[in-house]
């Protein structure tokens, strides 16, 4: 069997046997099945050679930050700073586990897209039906499928029973199972989800049996495309990563550049022996490294984690955290994320009245009005009837308990007419204890309605009907007014036909409900005997309406700067209907659907991409185009997604979103973050964490920088004036791993600022410290650094006897005026009596016990001796104390300035 390039739902089954070479009775012989196989490989999606775990975790050493740590420890070493190594070694081995963990996870989307193949399916072979595994399958064989099947491969169906359908919502997002036919379909270009005669592999059956023709098998199939998709999206560093890299490579040039010129200073005026100035050098280069940084990024990013859980987003991949706060685009799903996926009924037409109905999802409270005043529904009997009839001919049932939310059990739009039936009073039980099931006829594509025949009091048959108006209409012989039937008129068709129209174009679907009373049991109730000379009862139109919650966080995206897009299977009415009442489409927005897509070339979607707002009807490579649009005008792009054919947009985007109810693992696997809610603001919620981390992220690397400026001031300064070295290099490696560090976590757990979403996000190439923050950088470690050195000259009389305790005081206030700095590095505006002395209990805590390891240093005799200090008098502790909390008043004046002169707040 050759190649075939036919479209599979357009031939004839005649002609679809003569493709396949196969007869659509007895299926392939064993013998040719065999052959088959070995030509076109077995049905299995195949992995593609992936990267070990020894070279993924190798991989965790690349970044130029994690060489300058190593670096580092190596100089420790030197030093014989054993704790110092070993403390820097132990953060770069935790990076590198992290990281690790995190990619080699990230691999494992394979095996769960297999999870959704059946191991073995029926086959017909031989003529004869037997059982094989799934993997061998091939092209031309003949499989049966009943509800509960795992479709094994991609198939057409060839024969089926009544009301035979599928779920096909992992492969094409809609919630709703699909009615399958064995109609070819005579059109050049069928999207996936209007394939009506084709099954897909991944998919399953939810009524009814068939047989079906297996057309494509494997890597072939739908599900084997978005399997290469996704093996072939490669996994590029966050923001934040590519920004620490950079940043490291700043540090070194620096780290070389001072180290060099002290060294040189310091040769030339001779002021130390050799070696002493080479170790004062060498711990001038450990102090310029901020090495607690990964640690302290780490640390932010993990508590940032557990902050999100509670806000109902579970992060899967730590970077990703901050990755969030520079989103500018959320392309989202729509069903169950923008709206319940609750189906509601809005609006009832009976009695040639429209009445509007209250209340949202599955909780049968709501009002019903007409005309905008509330009117009883008991007051109106033609609504009763409708609802009676609606909540009578329906398989669904409404579970209430007491201390949780009512859910549906069974098909959402017959759950829709419970509800609504519930608003008046008319519960399904009831009715049905009072008016008995007798016989069903099933709803099936061809009629487009299904009726159930009841007896009701004194033993009279009636069935109950809806489905599609339009066929329904013409059923109808008689329409209910004033609680009496009467004869149906063309002027009553004609203004229920033009209802429906009005209900249709406004994204509603639709179901029309009627009755008749039958003369007795028939021998068999078949549609052509029962669904005929119906009474019309009336229109019930519904629609999955959004979730309110998501009109807040869609105003707070606005604000925010954040674009919203709408990538959903659903038709483009409904698309549209919903974007509108979310305040997403309006104005100039475009709304697309996958067919004006496909005829949308790469550069007239970048050239319109910006203007259009919903997409509908797309498939997973119109997902994975949108977002490489965005992408490529240098957005960050977050994209939620549930069924596997949005995993390869999800693994494309810079942050992908899992819903975690209804998210299929596949979708999970490749995703950065799952929302365990399943809902929009909660998105918006994580946006707002990751913002606020990534500013908490920004505060300790000012912090760290300037405490590490301030060090290297001291020394330099030293050097150029001929001084003896204010510190030594036990003293800086104390600061920067022991008094930094607890300060910097704490400012990692900062509370978010309140304005934070209403700023635009900034952009992912801006650089984690810009030139306006490195000079004040720069200033406040200059001014730290004078505070430092006013302590030394004041205790140093330029003889060898008040050296020590000079170094002491300088030690003491270096420190001690950093813990003071921590909380100018709060806001870089705002004062801290504004923002709150008690707001950060945290870094209060971390204060005060950095402060105690530094008195403990000064007091301890022992501690003394090792970190060659002497003991001050209270009258030098008054000193330190001044001098430390310099820095602190000289921020706040400059705020206080700030606030009354916007120029001034620009500068800082």
Not at 346 to 361: E, L, N, T, W
Request: with cysteine; glycine share 8%.
């Amino acid at each position: 069997m050759s190649e075939i390039t036919e479209q599979l739902w357009r031939p004839g089954l005649a002609r679809l046997a003569e493709l396949f070479k196969t007869d659509l009775s007895a299926g392939l012989s064993s013998a040719e099945a065999a052959a088959r196989l070995e030509r076109h490989g077995p049905n299995q999606l195949q992995e593609k050679g992936g990267e070990g775990p020894w070279r993924l975790f190798l991989a965790q050493f690349k970044s130029v930050m994690i060489w300058v740590l190593v670096a580092a420890a190596v100089v420790s070493g030197i030093l014989r700073e054993w704790v110092d190594t070993a403390a820097i070694l132990a953060i770069v081995i935790l990076n590198a586990v992290l990281g690790f963990v995190q990619e080699y996870r990230a691999e494992k989307s394979l095996a769960a897209l297999r999870k959704l193949s059946s191991p073995n399916s029926k086959a017909i072979r031989d003529g004869l039906p037997c059982v094989v595994p799934s993997a061998g399958l091939a092209p031309g064989d003949l499989v049966e499928l009943e509800a509960g099947d795992h479709v094994p491969a991609d198939c057409r169906v060839v024969t089926h029973t009544s009301s035979f359908g599928a779920q096909e919502a992992s492969l094409t997002g809609e919630s709703q199972p699909v009615s399958k036919n064995a109609e070819p379909i005579d059109m050049d270009s069928v999207q996936l989800g209007d394939r009506a005669n084709m099954l897909f592999m991944g998919t399953s059956i939810v009524s009814g049996r068939c047989r079906a023709l297996v057309v494509k098998t494997g890597m072939s199939t739908v599900l084997g495309g978005i399997a290469g998709m996704i093996q072939d999206i490669k996994s590029e560093p966050t923001p934040l990563q590519k920004n620490i890299d950079r940043f490291g490579k700043v540090i070194v040039k620096l780290c070389f550049a001072l180290v060099g010129l002290v060294f040189l200073i310091q040769l030339v005026h001779g002021s130390a022996a050799l070696a002493e100035i080479f170790l004062s050098s060498v711990s001038l280069a450990v102090a310029a490294i901020p090495e607690g940084l990964p640690a302290v990024v780490t640390v932010a990013l993990a508590l940032g984690v557990q902050r999100m859980v509670r806000r109902n987003a579970l992060i899967r991949k730590l970077p990703s955290v901050e990755t969030l706060g520079c989103a500018s685009v959320i392309c989202s799903d729509k069903t169950g994320t923008l709206t319940r996926n609750e189906m509601t009924v809005r609006a009832v037409y009976a009695g040639g009245q429209m009445f509007d109905v209250g209340g949202i999802g599955y909780e049968p409270a709501g009002e019903f009005s007409l005309g905008g005043a509330r009117v009883a529904p008991g007051s109106h009997p033609e609504l009763m009837a409708a609802l009676e009839a609606g909540a009578l001919c329906n398989g669904a049932r409404l579970v209430r308990t007491p201390d949780a939310p009512a859910r549906m059990a069974g098909d959402p739009t017959e759950g829709a007419l419970l509800v609504c039936a519930g608003k008046a009073g008319l519960w399904k039980e009831t009715l049905e204890e009072e008016r008995p099931f007798v016989e069903e006829i099933p709803f099936d594509s061809a009629r487009k309605m299904m009726s159930v025949v009841r007896r009701g009091p004194g033993g009279r048959l009636v069935a109950y009907v809806k489905g599609a108006p339009d066929i329904l209409l013409s059923r109808c012989a008689h329409i209910s007014e004033n609680g009496l039937r009467r004869p149906m008129l063309d002027e009553d068709r004609r203004e229920a036909n033009r209802q429906n129209t009005d209900l249709a174009g406004r994204a509603m679907r639709v179901l029309a409900v009627a009755w008749r009373e039958l003369d007795g049991a028939p021998e068999k109730y078949l549609p052509e005997t029962v669904e005929k000379d119906l009474t019309f009862g009336g229109l019930l139109a519904m629609i999955d309406p959004p979730r309110e919650e998501v009109k807040v966080a869609m105003a707070k995206c606005r604000t925010a700067g954040i674009r919203t897009v709408m990538i959903t299977g659903d038709h483009k009415s409904t698309a549209v209907a919903i974007a509108r009442e979310l305040g997403m489409a309006g104005g100039e927005t475009l709304a697309l659907s996958g067919e004006e897509l496909d005829r949308m070339d790469g550069a007239a979607l970048d050239g319109e991409v910006d203007r259009i707002g919903v997409y509908a009807r797309v498939s997973p490579e119109h997902k994975l185009r949108i977002v490489r649009a965005w992408r490529k005008r240098g957005h960050v792009v977050a994209m939620t997604g549930d069924g596997v054919n949005d995993a390869p947009a999800v693994k494309e985007a810079d942050i992908g979103v899992a819903m975690g109810i209804t998210g299929t693992d596949v979708t999970k696997e490749v995703s950065d973050m799952v929302v365990t809610d399943d809902n929009f603001a909660s998105i918006v919620s994580a946006v707002e964490e990751g913002r606020g981390i990534y500013g908490n992220i920004v505060k300790f690397i000012h912090y760290l920088l300037s405490c590490n400026a301030g060090e290297i001031f001291v020394m330099f300064i030293a050097s150029l004036f001929n001084m003896p070295l204010p510190l030594l290099p036990i003293h800086i490696l104390w600061v920067n791993l022991v008094t930094d560090g607890l300060p910097a976590l704490a400012l990692g757990v900062d509370p978010v600022d309140s304005r934070i979403m209403s700023k635009p996000p900034r952009k992912s190439s801006a650089p984690v410290v810009t030139v306006r923050r490195a000079a004040v950088i720069v200033g406040q470690g200059f001014f730290i650094a004078l505070c430092s050195l006013l302590a030394f000259w004041y205790e140093y009389d330029g003889t060898p006897a008040t050296l020590v305790r000079a170094r002491t005081a300088a030690f003491m206030v270096l420190a001690v005026s950093q813990l003071f700095h921590a909380f100018n590095c709060r806001s870089s505006t705002m004062s801290l009596f504004k923002i709150g002395v008690f707001t950060n209990r945290p870094l209060l805590a971390a204060a005060f016990i950095s402060l105690a390891l530094q008195v403990m240093v000064e007091e301890l005799p022992f501690l003394r001796t090792v970190f060659k200090v002497e003991a001050l008098t209270w009258g030098e502790w008054g000193i330190v104390v001044l001098l430390s909390s310099m820095p602190f008043w000289i921020m706040e004046l400059a705020k206080l300035i700030a606030s009354r002169v916007p120029r001034f707040r620009e500068a800082l």
